[in-house]
């Protein structure tokens, strides 16, 4: 009977008492997520990796009953507003609070540069607020001449953005406007930079300004369509805009004429369609959600970024409880959305974070890869980093998901049945507790569930267990880790060993050496045996004996003795066992053993 011999944990190497989310994550580079949309063009992707799986490994809440900003992500911090006024730093790793600011009221991403936050007032004063990254100082704040509904662009110790008397301001790193376009026209949107141009739209128009001193380069009127929603995005010299119901490819550079062409547009089907989301861009598509008035037909769209013809599209099952209202993001050909609305409406109580094959199947079609169900509204983009996903909604719920890290597993490459073989398994980060628990498959049909049974243990040190096999085969052994708090899993890690039927049951000295060996399993085997004595200490002495043979067959479930002659020396040497046997990888062993003259001792 296969069977547990013993488990064994080892010495504690190394354990933090606080573990910060580096100790959640795989060992790379850290990639920051610093402003809405990931970078200044506001394309929505992270060249990042991210979670397969809905591990969640933080779910708080941070405020009371508030709608939060999405979220920056700098060196393991989140950088998060709220409708109520709100700053927050918070740990990522665990959602606390390292330090509060207030203004009058938060609707747009933190924009994150050179240690510095800024964040935009909507409140009735309107403008932009300085502070430091790492204590929270108000270092300074920039009236504007409205609100701001939207969040800011930060590149080159400048900070872009616009406010609802339609102006659109450069200010830097101390707070001094550079530059101001006014267009007297209602702007909502967070500005992308490209191409040393800043691209933004209004309630009428979409701009082209120039970076360095804000002058017009050109404007486009899209005079069929409804007003633009969201921010716009840019990549390849074109700028994507969303109205309410259409999608616009424009050039990006303009026609030279203070104009621009219209490259292609996408008119979302249906009467039903009310809304479009910000564009994000990846892989050379356009992503892009749709949602209804009736919130009964919420779709993603992926579309050719050359030609606007659809790649694929996905309607999602649960249609009466959400509606998209977020924008999506992308990292490692995986999109995230969080599902919601900015309105309370009692019937509808659950919504969802979505995780989609952001490639597709080829066939106009997609999969949703994985989906977590919450209570939360999630109405703002989630932000993507180091492995990690971070998605805020109402209620000041913040919620993280995680890539875990994989488990090692050491252990025999061969072994005989009924021997004791020893395996360890060990990770070096992966628990917020600090504590975690191994499960071991044998690929045999048996586990041993999650040992150790009680807390587990401590991140960093080994973990050992013992095994035996009764039947001789090849066997895949797996192992995987999991926080037993949150209970968040690993994948599975796997070790090779390959259980041998012929094995050295002992070997025995007298007058020559005495080797005896057995077949374990169920099939006859021819075997053919070498052995080699080698060794003696004194001139005269030395030993240099070579034996072989065959046993033909050696029946299943038998044993056979293999005997060398008399010999002569004196001291010390070594019985070098050869075992070759037709269909089994060769069996070698070596003992020590005594000669004195004739007389072997082993």
Not at 106 to 126: E, L, R
Request: charged residues 20%; glycine residues 10%; contains cysteine.
């Amino acid at each position: 009977m296969n069977k547990v011999i013993k488990m064994r944990k080892g010495l504690l190497y190394s354990v933090a008492a606080m573990l910060l989310l580096t100790s959640v994550l795989s060992a790379v580079s850290a990639t920051n997520w610093t402003m809405y949309g990931y970078d200044e063009a506001n394309t929505g992707f992270s060249p990042d990796f991210a979670p397969s799986d809905a591990n969640i490994y933080l779910q708080t809440q941070l405020l009371e009953n508030q709608y939060l900003t999405g979220a920056a992500a700098v060196n393991d911090i989140l950088y998060i507003g709220s409708n109520g006024g709100d700053v927050l730093a918070v740990d990522s790793a665990d959602g606390e609070i390292i330090w509060q600011q207030a203004v009058q009221t938060v609707n747009g991403v933190p924009a994150v540069m050179n240690g510095k936050v800024y964040i935009v007032n909507n409140g009735d004063s309107g403008g932009l607020y300085c502070y430091a990254a790492d204590d929270g100082e108000a270092l300074w704040n920039t009236p504007t001449s409205g609100k701001i509904r939207c969040g800011a662009t930060a590149s080159n110790d400048r900070v872009y953005l616009t406010d609802d008397t339609g102006v659109v301001y450069c200010i830097n790193s101390n707070g001094g406007i550079v530059w101001q376009h006014p267009t007297g026209e209602l702007m909502k949107c967070t500005p992308a930079l490209y191409d040393n141009k800043i691209y933004v739209f209004s309630s009428e128009k979409v701009y082209c300004l120039n970076q360095a001193n804000g002058a017009e380069i050109w404007q486009y009127d899209p005079a069929f369509l409804s007003a633009a929603e969201g921010a716009p995005s840019v990549i390849n010299n074109k700028v994507y805009v969303s109205t309410k119901n259409a999608l616009l490819c424009l050039d990006a550079q303009g026609n030279g004429g203070g104009s621009t062409d219209l490259l292609w547009s996408y008119i979302a089907q249906g009467s039903s369609i009310t809304g479009i989301t910000s564009p994000a861009l990846a892989y050379g598509n356009v992503y892009i959600g749709l949602f209804d008035g009736d919130y009964e037909n919420e779709n993603l769209v992926c579309l050719n970024q050359e030609n606007g013809q659809e790649v694929w599209t996905h309607q999602f099952e649960e249609k009466v409880s959400f509606a998209i209202a977020a924008t999506p993001v992308i990292a490692s050909e995986k999109l995230y959305i969080g599902t919601g609305f900015d309105f309370d409406e009692p019937m509808f109580e659950d919504f969802f974070v979505y995780c989609v094959d952001a490639l597709g199947n080829g066939d106009g079609t997609t999969d949703v890869i994985w989906q977590y169900e919450t209570d939360a509204r999630l109405i703002q983009p989630a932000c993507i980093f180091d492995g990690t996903v971070i998605i805020t909604g109402s209620a000041s719920t913040l919620l993280g998901f995680f890539t875990p890290n994989m488990p090692t597993i050491e252990g025999p490459e061969q072994g005989y049945v009924n021997e004791r073989l020893e395996f360890t398994a060990e990770i070096d980060s992966f628990a917020q507790s600090g504590q975690v628990q191994y499960m071991f498959d044998w690929g045999n049909g048996e586990d041993t569930y999650w040992l150790p049974d009680e807390d587990g243990v401590p991140v960093g040190e080994p973990f050992t267990i013992e095994y035996e096999y009764d039947i001789p085969g090849d066997y895949e052994v797996r192992v995987k880790v999991r926080d037993p708090e949150i209970e968040t899993e690993s994948g599975w890690v796997s070790h090779m060993v390959h259980i041998t039927p012929i094995r050295v049951i002992s070997v025995s000295g007298g007058f020559g050496v005495d080797i005896q060996v057995r077949n374990d399993g169920v099939l006859a085997k021819d075997l053919h045996w070498e052995v080699d004595l080698i060794g003696g200490q004194l001139p005269g002495f030395h030993l240099k004996k070579h034996y072989e043979g065959d046993v033909t067959p050696l029946e299943a479930n038998a044993t056979t003795m293999i005997s060398t002659p008399v010999m002569f020396g004196l001291g010390n040497f070594n019985i070098n066992i050869k075992l070759e046997y037709a269909g089994e990888p060769t069996l070698e062993e070596t003992v020590e053993g005594t000669i004195l003259f004739f007389y072997v001792l082993v």
